[in-house]
């Protein structure tokens, strides 16, 4: 689930990034909570393991 999210926040970013209104700052916000939902995912899965 958390891999989904990421994903989707990384296309997301990505589209922004590649039309003409990225709405400002927010876009780069998506790619920034993206990485840490994947940093998060790999922390979590450490631990259990």
Do not use: D, P
């Not at 990384?10 to 709405?23: C, D, E, I, K, P």
């Amino acid at each position: 689930m958390l891999w989904t999210v990421a994903v989707v926040l990384l296309v997301l970013w990505a589209v922004g990034l590649l039309s003409s209104y990225t709405l400002g700052g927010f876009i780069h916000a998506l790619l920034v909570v993206a990485v840490v939902a994947v940093l998060v995912g790999i922390i979590q899965r450490r631990r259990v393991v």
